[in-house]
């Protein structure tokens, strides 16, 4: 992934995707909103491959 916001060093899309420990020793659930954001681009990518398989 890429990400440009990073705030001490850290890349906030990954911490939010995966999860981070907090400063007081907690702990916050990552929540996977990357995958499904980019699923329909993958979609699409595969029935466009598959389109042109079957045209050859």
Do not use: C, M
Not at 20 to 29: A, I, K, L, P, R
């Amino acid at each position: 992934f890429h990400n440009s916001n990073i705030q001490n060093g850290v890349p906030i899309a990954i911490i939010l995707q995966y999860g981070h420990g907090t400063g007081t020793g907690g702990w916050v659930e990552g929540r996977d909103y990357i995958n499904p954001a980019i699923q329909p681009i993958f979609d699409q990518i595969a029935n466009d491959a598959w389109k042109e398989v079957k045209r050859l």
